[in-house]
């Protein structure tokens, strides 16, 4: 990969590991964790999003493989969001923000991943609420904007919500956050490649990495897999990596 040394790469290859990992085990895709890496490694922006959004894909639907076979998954818990989510994240696609700008969004959207990975939003399960489908349609709207705009797939903003709210429990917010982020990856892929962009050559390269992880992380996390000082060294990694893109 030409954008990093051999040494850097061996490094950057383990990092998406330990990523894409943590992540699939929590029914993530990573995207903000591979964005925060990116940052670390002075990857370009032109080449950040894209390869975020396209790692996010694999991982986030092996992560929902596993999940799914659990039986985590509630389809009417999950539609209402993704209705709304894929046209605003293809929207989102097209969407090039300012350079400066770019960074800072991301910047804070990393600091709240990085504050949940210490267990600051982590909510505790609550009592089955019924889902409030207008609520549930803007919630969606918003996020899938968001996630096209930065090249994230959400997860990272939606589990947090479905704990807070009573809406699902930890284990299926997992699975309906998986299939999220990877409706939301897509489609703000295709408006990416619709506004006439492409995905780096060099993105392709990271994908076999990342999977590897994927399917560790998503066979564990299914079951009762639990590290927390894992998810506090990757949360310092990211709050490094958000404070790098607000303050450069």
């Given at each position: 990969?030409?954008?990093?040394?051999?040494?850097?790469?061996?490094l950057?290859?383990?990092?998406?590991?330990?990523?894409?990992?943590?992540?699939s085990?929590?029914g993530?895709?990573g995207?903000?964790?591979?964005?925060?890496?990116?940052t670390i490694?002075?990857?370009?922006?032109s080449v950040?999003?894209?390869?975020a959004l396209l790692?996010n894909?694999?991982?986030s639907?092996?992560?929902?493989?596993?999940?799914?076979k659990?039986?985590?998954f509630k389809p009417?818990?999950?539609?209402?969001f993704a209705?709304?989510?894929?046209?605003a994240a293809?929207?989102?696609?097209?969407?090039t923000?300012d350079?400066t700008i770019?960074?800072?969004?991301?910047?804070?959207?990393?600091?709240f991943?990085a504050?949940?990975l210490?267990?600051?939003f982590n909510f505790k399960?609550?009592?089955?609420?019924?889902?409030?489908?207008?609520?549930?349609l803007?919630?969606?709207?918003?996020?899938?904007?968001l996630?096209g705009m930065?090249?994230?797939?959400g997860?990272?903003?939606?589990s947090?919500?479905?704990l807070?709210l009573?809406?699902?429990?930890i284990?299926e917010s997992?699975?309906?956050?998986?299939?999220f982020i990877?409706?939301?990856?897509?489609?703000?892929?295709m408006?990416f490649f619709?506004?006439?962009?492409t995905?780096?050559?060099?993105?392709?390269?990271?994908?076999p990495?990342?999977?590897?992880?994927g399917?560790l992380?998503?066979y564990y996390g299914?079951g009762?897999?639990?590290?927390k000082t894992?998810?506090i060294?990757?949360?310092t990694v990211i709050l490094m990596?958000s404070?790098?893109?607000i303050?450069p």
């Amino acid at each position: 990969m030409n954008l990093l040394s051999s040494e850097n790469m061996i490094l950057f290859s383990f990092a998406l590991i330990v990523i894409a990992f943590l992540y699939s085990s929590v029914g993530h895709g990573g995207a903000s964790g591979y964005l925060a890496l990116m940052t670390i490694f002075a990857f370009p922006i032109s080449v950040m999003k894209p390869s975020a959004l396209l790692l996010n894909l694999f991982v986030s639907s092996i992560s929902f493989f596993f999940y799914y076979k659990m039986n985590y998954f509630k389809p009417k818990l999950f539609y209402p969001f993704a209705i709304a989510s894929i046209p605003a994240a293809f929207i989102g696609g097209f969407i090039t923000l300012d350079n400066t700008i770019y960074k800072i969004i991301l910047g804070v959207v990393l600091v709240f991943a990085a504050l949940r990975l210490f267990g600051i939003f982590n909510f505790k399960e609550k009592e089955a609420v019924t889902i409030n489908i207008p609520l549930a349609l803007t919630i969606g709207f918003v996020i899938g904007l968001l996630s096209g705009m930065l090249g994230i797939g959400g997860g990272i903003i939606l589990s947090p919500i479905l704990l807070f709210l009573g809406w699902a429990s930890i284990k299926e917010s997992a699975a309906i956050s998986s299939l999220f982020i990877f409706v939301n990856s897509f489609a703000g892929i295709m408006g990416f490649f619709l506004g006439g962009k492409t995905v780096p050559t060099e993105s392709f390269y990271l994908v076999p990495i990342a999977v590897v992880g994927g399917v560790l992380g998503g066979y564990y996390g299914s079951g009762y897999f639990s590290n927390k000082t894992l998810k506090i060294v990757l949360g310092t990694v990211i709050l490094m990596a958000s404070i790098k893109l607000i303050f450069p």
